[in-house]
């Protein structure tokens, strides 16, 4: 084989504790970008581990396995965020033991923030690169012929960077879904969705119309990677999506980082989605967008397009704090954009940061106001972090936004993280939520008790207990790069 693209494991494979997205498993499209931007002449597969990891092999055997078989000539890995580091090292040190290590390409988004760096972490990488795919086929025609032409978006080993450099930035756009996910010819893509459905994983289709965004909140890769804004036709997208529909994927998620904000490419693409919801009902569709953009309008439109969860940045309901992160909303657009979706029977994923040295009463209060009202919704909690650059060093979980992280983050986040994850429906801990927990919390609350007063956080080994008045206990373990926590009672 010419080219072995391979696919870092998402994490929660490696931890029995961890509740989320267990028996469900996102189709990378990184894979397949690469796979259809690769020139015809050249043989390509894939080796996505997670699956290996979860049949239970081992990271390590897999790779050296896939090696050995293929026997690349060339092996192109993808770091999408700088917290896979651990895992593209446990991969490129895996390629190392091989008989013949072949040379190794790193891609993937996060190359735009941290630059060179990773050719100072692995000296095995022959150079990583950061781009839309533009340059792709001439920068594999100059790996495999041992050139190093000076080709935008790629950092050469052994050559100095002290500015930056950058990719086109485009989105491939009129391709065939049948030419996508099979690389032109070269991947068996319904064999790869037998396997993930052999182990009782049901797979759940990524699809994208835009990337990049506008705004310029600091806390953002996105807007730290300064990669433009850029849209694809929405014929492509929804020619994608009735693709897999075919094949009996019936989860799609639009990960466009702010979808409408391209009001023109959006309601052409939900005009679409509207036939295709009257073809495929069963299939749903999550999108993410801005609480600003969710107009009533906008929201009948989602409704007619089959949209069954909306996810939005709400951040922090603290009007101080998000000016602080140049975030330009208003806690109360938030608000009104949630209802406007219940309305409509649209569940809201709302993504929540926990703020340094401070705890939001404000937004845990907006959450119970939600539950006691019966408005669908789920938390995705993160820790504020800054963003890494070229010095990050190791460990690269210090940079995860996932996790409490020790000497990073205070107890006052850990609090907030644990009363809206505990009590709430949540992506880390479960659907349902805490119904004592949210019990205590409403009764504090219409007492005008603070919250901190009934709670408080404390380090016991290596976990932390979230204690409260009454004698009710919550434990948080940091395990493994994962949050767990439950209920002692």
């Not at 050719?119 to 150079?127: A, E, F, G, K, V």
């Not at 049948?178 to 797979?203: K, S």
């Not at 990049?212 to 020619?239: K, L």
């Amino acid at each position: 084989m010419d080219i072995l693209f391979i696919q870092p494991w998402d994490r929660p494979w490696d931890d029995s504790g961890y509740v989320a997205r267990r028996r469900k498993m996102y189709l990378s499209r990184a894979q397949f970008e690469v796979g259809v931007q690769v020139p015809d002449k050249y043989s390509f597969g894939h080796l996505d581990l997670n699956l290996e990891v979860r049949a239970g092999k081992s990271v390590e055997d897999a790779v050296a396995e896939a090696v050995a078989e293929y026997r690349p000539r060339l092996v192109m890995l993808t770091m999408p965020v700088y917290v896979l580091g651990g895992q593209i090292g446990r991969i490129i040190g895996a390629i190392e033991k091989s008989v013949q290590a072949p040379p190794i390409i790193l891609g993937g988004g996060e190359i735009a923030l941290i630059h060179d760096l990773p050719l100072r972490l692995w000296p095995q990488i022959t150079c990583c690169y950061n781009g839309f795919g533009a340059e792709l086929p001439e920068l594999i025609e100059a790996c495999l012929s041992r050139r190093h032409p000076k080709i935008a978006g790629v950092y050469w080993r052994g050559e100095s960077h002290r500015g930056t450099t950058r990719g086109a930035a485009f989105l491939i756009d009129g391709y065939s879904a049948e030419d996508f996910y099979t690389a032109c010819g070269r991947l068996n893509f319904d064999q790869y969705l037998a396997r993930i459905r052999a182990q009782n994983v049901q797979p759940m289709g990524i699809v994208e119309m835009t990337r990049g965004c506008s705004f310029r909140c600091d806390f953002c890769a996105i807007n730290g990677a300064r990669m433009g804004f850029h849209v694809r036709s929405p014929q492509t997208v929804v020619n994608e999506m009735r693709f897999l529909a075919e094949r009996g994927i019936d989860y799609l998620h639009i990960i466009d980082p702010t979808f409408g904000l391209d009001r023109e490419a959006a309601c052409a693409l939900l005009q679409e989605l509207a036939h295709f919801h009257a073809e495929q009902p069963a299939v749903g569709i999550e999108i993410l967008t801005r609480p600003e953009l969710v107009t009533e309008p906008y929201a009948d439109a989602l409704k007619r397009a089959g949209i069954r969860r909306c996810a939005i940045g709400m951040e922090t309901m603290e009007k101080q704090d998000l000016g602080g992160v140049h975030k330009t909303l208003c806690p109360s657009k938030t608000e009104q954009a949630v209802y406007r979706l219940a309305l409509r029977g649209i569940q809201t994923k709302l993504f929540h940061i926990v703020f340094p040295n401070r705890f939001s009463e404000a937004t845990i209060a907006f959450f119970s106001e939600l539950s006691q009202d019966g408005v669908p919704f789920v938390i995705q909690t993160s820790f504020l972090r800054q963003l890494p650059d070229r010095l990050s060093a190791h460990p690269f979980i210090t940079q995860d936004q996932t996790v409490y992280v020790p000497r990073k983050d205070t107890p006052e986040q850990l609090m907030e993280w644990m009363l809206a994850n505990q009590a709430f429906p949540s992506m880390d801990l479960g659907d349902r939520g805490d119904a004592v927990l949210r019990k205590a919390i409403r009764t504090a609350m219409k007492r005008g008790k603070p919250l901190e007063s009934l709670f408080s956080a404390k380090r016991e080994k290596r976990e932390w207990t979230l204690r409260s008045g009454w004698g009710e206990r919550y434990r948080y373990v940091h395990r493994g790069g994962f949050s767990v926590a439950q209920n002692m009672n």
